[in-house]
């Protein structure tokens, strides 16, 4: 059993839909961060949303929140966000040129 400290970022296109991670087999995540970077020229609206394993139904953690122009945020403000295997984490802006970074422990459950 290992735990892993990982990163993933993203540069989505706008106003689509992206997944950013999908917690693997016999794992769990602690999300500790998602920094959002709008370096667009004008303001953007964030989403970030959560699916369980094989659901089609989002569960709303950010929705249509605005991130102005050249303006950075923590959507999770230092509260950790747990993950379960196969759980998929999604973003959407509004705008390019918008970065999601996102911050998490991965722990092994083998």
Do not use: W
């Amino acid at each position: 059993m290992a735990d892993k400290y990982l990163r993933q970022s993203l540069i989505p296109a706008a106003s689509t839909e992206t997944t950013i991670y999908t917690v693997p087999a016999a794992n769990s995540a602690m999300i500790r961060s998602l920094r959002v970077t709008n370096a667009n020229a004008s303001s953007a609206d964030i989403t970030v949303v959560q699916n369980n394993a094989g659901s089609a139904t989002a569960h709303y953690l950010y929705k249509a929140q605005a991130l102005a122009a050249d303006a950075t945020i923590d959507v999770f403000n230092g509260i950790p966000c747990i993950l379960e295997e196969a759980n998929v984490l999604k973003v959407t802006s509004s705008q390019a040129d918008t970065t999601f970074y996102l911050s998490y422990l991965e722990v092994d459950r083998n």
